[in-house]
């Protein structure tokens, strides 16, 4: 009400506003005079928290990495928190990447014309400065256009803004300084500042540092705005009609199974010769030999016609969808769950009562159901927990694929062996409950203990072995495949990728039994588990806001990151209450070549050839060879007492002569065909 009180006594005034839980969004969206262009933002907290942590289970300890973006802190030698420890100085390493910050800046002319590619080599190399993202003006949709990690070769223009990752705003006004004649032998970057040069001069292309190709230079605008032509043209009103048409009622039991059971003795043929080809390529070719009859089925070809049957996304491209489906449907108790076999997937334990205030799960699957995955590449995601809480929650989920729900407790070892937690990839502990204790280290008792009970768990299987299950030799040709590797069976709970969230930040130093470091006035930053990206809480995001106001543009960077595509107009339609709508036709293919976040191991064939490199050399060589833009390390701590299990700290942005170990996990940002990229690189180097 205060929102649309300022708005009516002046409509152009911008508005940011701070919301505490996900479906009060749409009641901001729906005033009138609330615009995007013209500044007003809406920070759900909620959101962001869940979204982050979601990231976590594609990149361990990315939710650490970008929190650290979110919040203003310097690094300094001095400080007593940043002392050399028994492991080596760990400390040091992570302290100083709390320190960076997410900044927008125009880049200089001597830029223009350059690659993405060489222009972050100049960035990083000879300025410090990691160069993430690249803003332009469109004049096809009127607004600017942004792109994040975009194609090595894409072309720098006049006026392009840039959003980097850097120290202070200092430190990135030398990309608005830079000059390509006076810096070019310039060593101490505290002497990059604005010279006398004439702008707008295009003599000073000169390179400062050696390249290794120089590929073409697309313009930036070729995929802006453009959709399928069930789509083209339509307004957000029209969308919503044509789904409202196609899908008439909320999900029944009938209704439901209308939509999801095929027609008996049906099959799509698919011509043999292109059965490899991608799902949309497949679904789409003619020619060759067909060779499928209802009597006859091949095995092989029939689960690839499920997966091109399942691919659907929703109207704006960006996310996979499926029909509306009921709460049954997904539901599953702890006998069918065993039966499955889970592995690779993803494990949300939550607490919450039958009447707990809705968090918005959904927030949480949506980075996960990214259409920059392939299908078959997305991970099963397992809820465990009250069932009459989640059939509330079903409402935003019942449009994504590969969910189950099972109705048990994290505190149950029954029920964790049986949705196979010993073999997933990532194991998430949330509560939805509202603490009602006077007694603050008592509100987060049912996450913590459910934390130390996975721990403390022997994880040796009491049932069937799943060892038969294919497992991962290494990154093949196709969408995300690097992302998605089989995960090996922990023997041992503490083994079990965790992340757990906390609602009251000194309750940490309960997590870690075998942490004796962590001083209890240590703020949580600073902490042993959130450094190691294994616990969050959403006070570490306070400092947002302010974010929001001086650096608008930065703060939708970060958004687009950590959700894989959330836009305007994706909001717009959520506003309207009908969900995510879509369909197999509905959707626009261009807006699956997003980057994505992922982990590259340097144990990997492809890159352990970096493993004695120093940072700054393996981000320049996988930037140009493969597309890859490194962020960060993940990084192993120094030699544990005997018995104790490795642990890894987050290192953002590390400075380019960080020298690298072979244990070494690198955050990155990897374009979407990554497949096609190292078959082409494979392929010139057996030409070579």
Known sequence: MRVISIKNYHSSTRVIVELMQYHNKAYLLNIPSWNWKSGDEVVCLAELKLGLIAQSCIAPGFSTLMANLFTSRSFSTNDKTTSIDSYGGWKSEYLRGTG????????????????????????????????????????????????????????IEPRTQGFFIADSAG????????????????HRIEMIKKCGCRPFTNNNRKMPIQVMSKPSSPKFSEKAGRRMSVMQGKTKEEKVEIFIQNYPSTPTMKRAYELLEPHPGTYLVVPLQNKYKSLSESSNDSGGDVSLHPSEPDPELAALNEQIENCKFD??????????RPFESALID???????????????????????????????????????????????????????????????????????????????????????IHSCSMCVILTAKVPHTNDSNLT??????????????????????????????????????????????????????????????????????????????????????????????????????????????????????????????????LAEGAGLIGGAQLSDPDNRNRSYITQIRLTDALFVEYANQTFGELFVRVLYKYGILCLGIFRLFAEHPAGSPSKRYVITKPAPNNRLRESDYIFALMQSDFGAATKEVAINNNST
């Open 100 to 155: 960076m910050e997410m900044y927008s800046e125009i880049l200089s002319q001597a830029f223009v014309g350059l690659t993405f590619a060489e222009a972050a080599e100049i960035c990083l190399l000879k300025l410090d400065i990691l160069l993430i993202a690249v803003s332009f003006w469109d004049p096809g949709v009127d607004d600017y256009a942004m792109d994040i990690n975009p194609k090595p070769s894409l072309a």
């Open 171 to 186: 430190d990135v006004q030398r990309a608005a300084s830079y000059c390509g004649l006076c810096h070019v032998n310039i």
């Open 315 to 324: 109207s704006t491209g960006m996310f996979h969808w499926c029909a509306p």
């Open 334 to 420: 702890r006998y069918a769950a065993a039966k499955k076999q889970f592995y690779g997937h993803v494990v949300v334990g939550i607490f919450a009562d039958a009447n707990s205030p809705l968090i918005g799960l959904n927030s949480l699957v949506m980075p996960l159901r990214s259409s920059n995955f392939g299908y078959a590449e997305l991970k099963q995601i397992v809820f465990l927990g009250n069932i009459d809480y989640l059939s509330r929650e079903w409402k935003n989920l019942y449009n994504f694929p590969k969910i189950t729900i099972i109705k048990g407790t994290a505190l149950s070892r029954a029920d964790l062996r049986a949705l196979s």
């Open 444 to 573: 987060d008792k049912e996450v913590i203990m459910a934390s130390l009970n996975i721990k403390a768990m022997d994880c040796e299987p009491r049932v069937t072995s799943v060892a038969s299950r294919p497992v991962s030799t290494g990154p093949v040709s196709g969408r995300g495949s690097q992302v998605f590797q089989v995960p090996k069976k922990h023997r041992s709970g503490t083994r079990i990728p965790m992340i757990t969230d906390l609602f009251n930040d000194p309750n940490v130093q309960f997590l870690d039994p075998d942490d004796d470091d962590d001083d209890p006035d240590t703020g949580f930053f600073a902490t042993e588990p959130f450094a190691c990206g294994t616990a969050f809480t959403a006070s570490v995001l306070d400092s947002l806001m302010s974010m929001v106001y001086f650096n608008p543009s930065a703060f939708r960077v970060i958004r687009a990151l950590i959700f894989g595509g959330a836009s305007s107009e994706l909001e717009e339609i």
